[in-house]
T-cell receptor, first 115, second 111 residues
Framework: GAVVSQHPSWVICKSGTSVKIECRSL??????MFWYRQFPKQSLMLMAT?????????EQGVEKDKFLINHASLTLSTLTVTSAHPEDSSFYIC???????????FGPGTRLLVL | SQQGEEDPQALSIQEGENATMNCSYK?????LQWYRQNSGRGLVHLIL?????REKHSGRLRVTLDTSKKSSSLLITASRAADTASYFC???????????FGEGTQLTVNP
């Protein structure tokens, strides 16, 4: 099956710093990638939809200047959490939809802890 | 926003028993998908059922879809301890290309 990787798998940072998370589709091309956030014992909340070569579409309530998304190629999207604060601590998961398919394939997630 | 509601929120059964989880949604959909998530891990795609399908099987999984009631069910037969995980339904809405996830069901299969 299709594989999506995320890097890093976990990160601890100080408040005020920026953190970049990478999402890669390893064996297929993804015109669309999605970024989700999941708090403990809760469901996934869509943050933004990332389209290759264009600006990301953010969900209501998600600050685009705080969560910078870049989808520069058909296999890579990045999420940068700028000036991170403790309340940004969460599990961030990306997914990718292939150019031909209906299924989204999810990465293993990145656990962010902001101290 | 989350449109899916799942019940039960938590389910605990013995190994060998069947587990049924339900999902309801509110809008028109292209398809509905079920995912599994082990604690602290990413999601694994289990099965996709299209809006014009009523039932689908994959191994020990059986999914039904009733678009008139806007509901779906996931049945896991002959459960195993390794099936312990959270199960989420997600709807692919006709109005957009994104998935909207339900609240999830935490399944515990006791050996």
């Amino acid at each position: 099956g299709a594989v999506v990787s995320q890097h890093p798998s976990w990160v601890i940072c100080k408040s005020g710093t920026s953190v970049k998370i990478e999402c890669r589709s390893l064996d297929f091309q993804a015109t669309t990638m999605f970024w989700y956030r999941q708090f403990p014992k809760q469901s996934l909340m869509l943050m933004a939809t990332s389209n290759e070569g264009s600006k990301a579409t953010y969900e209501q309530g998600v600050e685009k200047d705080k969560f910078l998304i870049n989808h520069a190629s058909l296999t890579l999207s990045t999420l940068t959490v700028t000036s991170a604060h403790p309340e940004d601590s969460s599990f961030y998961i990306c997914s990718a939809r292939s150019t031909r398919g209906e299924t989204q394939y999810f990465g293993p997630g990145t656990r962010l802890l902001v101290l | 926003s989350q449109q899916g509601e799942e019940d039960p929120q938590a389910l605990s059964i013995q190994e060998g028993e069947n587990a049924t989880m339900n999902c309801s949604y509110k809008t028109s959909i292209n398809n509905l998908q079920w995912y599994r998530q082990n604690s602290g891990r990413g999601l694994v795609h289990l099965i996709l059922i299209r809006s014009n399908e009523r039932e689908k099987h994959s191994g020990r999984l059986r999914v039904t879809l009733d678009t008139s009631k806007k509901s779906s069910s996931l049945l896991i037969t002959a459960s195993r301890a390794a099936d312990t995980a959270s199960y989420f339904c997600a709807t692919d809405e006709t109005s957009g290309s994104r998935l909207t996830f339900g609240e999830g069901t935490q399944l515990t299969v006791n050996p």
